[in-house]
């Protein structure tokens, strides 16, 4: 599908808009909005409240006003048809008398399906799969998860020398990235619905899981904390018990089990923080989505690396991944990647977390 240009920069700006609320609208989707009046000028913005608000399309009309009635409406989800919380989306731009939407990714769940032809028995121009690709690979993709697979998404991210230590022999590890690269990692927390650590790096670095804001403060909005332990080790004193923010100990059986848990709590994007031994589980099982790593221009030569044992021993079984961003921090780099397979290996025998 293609748009004009004052159609595909407002898709682009819908986009930022559903990344602006990320890690405060699920189960809901992320979903950004925008109108244009009937001479493609931009009269109206809107992204999801928190559950129980109003939707993407309801916020930008109320912002466009009139000036929206034979204008478009361009948006990165097709409009609901169902009246849950809130009415449907698709009757409030029938309201507004837009004649035209644009639609980045069609409706995948039954419940809500059905608002673009609902818009087309009335009348309007609808195009379902405008930069479809863009929009499910940005704020959607979590959602579009839970909603395919029936589980969270899950950001695996690790910080690492180049030569994939993430800690030295000794067992030090903070401050192998700068200050930068730190600073994008509370923004990336504060972009999911769940931080994840395993037991292991709870008593190895006791961290807090908070996020906090440019001045340090704590923001306002802290996602769950989680902690893999099904052998009972986290101490009481730990900082991730300290009230900071919410925090769920799991002994769940494995990933699986841990995601399917987390799902059932209206969790819909998890950061897997944890280290190398919960890193490899996930990854064993297929259950990592993307991957940022964080590189220091800095070098170890012995410490623990990267990830723990993935039940490889032929480079032609290798796991591999797909670039998808390289952004400088500072000093360091960020590498985004998506893997294209698993390694078809299951669970550790033990089942260590």
């Known amino acids: ?17 559903g990344a602006s609320v990320l890690g405060t609208t699920s189960p809901n989707p992320p979903v950004g909005a925008v ?35 034979g204008g478009t409406a361009v948006v990165t989800l097709e409009p609901c048809a169902h009246t849950g919380r809130t009415g449907p989306c ?12 644009l639609v980045a ?41 839970g909603a395919r697979a029936g589980r969270p998404f899950v950001v695996w991210k690790a910080g690492a020398t180049l030569d994939g230590r993430v800690a030295a022999a000794d067992g030090t590890s903070r401050w192998i990235t700068g200050p930068v690269a730190r600073a994008a990692v509370h923004r990336l927390r504060a972009g999911c619905d769940a931080v994840l ?26 996602p769950l904390r989680v902690v893999h332990d099904r052998r009972g080790r986290v101490p009481a004193g730990a900082r991730v018990l300290d009230g900071a923010a919410p925090t769920l100990v799991s002994r769940a059986d494995g990933p699986a089990g841990l995601l399917a848990e987390l799902f059932d709590r209206d969790v819909r994007r998890v950061l897997l923080e944890g280290g190398p031994t919960l890193a490899a589980a996930f990854l064993r099982e297929g259950l990592v989505d993307e991957v940022l790593v964080h590189l220091a221009p800095k070098l170890l030569g012995a410490g623990p690396s990267l990830v723990g044992d993935l039940g490889i021993s032929t480079i032609g079984a290798a796991l591999s991944l797909e670039l998808r961003e390289v ?25 260590r977390d």
């Open 105 to 145: 990714v069609p409706e995948p769940t039954g419940l809500a399906g059905g608002g673009a032809e609902r818009l087309r028995a009335a009348g309007v121009d609808v195009e379902v799969g405008v930069e479809r690709e863009a929009a499910e690979d940005g704020a959607l993709a979590a959602w579009l998860t």
């Open 327 to 351: 952004t400088p921090l500072g000093g360091d780099v960020q590498i985004r990647l998506r893997p294209t397979g698993h390694t078809g290996v299951g669970p550790r025998a033990d089942g």
């Open 197 to 222: 650590v395993g037991s292991g790096t709870v008593l190895a670095d006791d961290p807090q899981l908070t996020v906090r804001d440019a001045d340090g403060r704590d923001a306002a909005r802290q």
């Open 35 to 69: 109108v244009l009046d009937a001479d493609g000028a931009v009269v109206g913005e809107g992204a999801t409240s928190p559950p129980g608000g109003p939707h993407a399309e309801v916020h930008a009309l109320a912002q466009a006003g009139e000036r929206a009635r």
């Open 1 to 17: 599908m293609t748009a004009g240009p004052a159609e595909s920069a407002a898709m682009a700006r819908a986009r930022e808009l």
């Open 90 to 101: 698709a009757d409030a731009l029938l309201a507004a008398g837009v004649a035209r939407v």
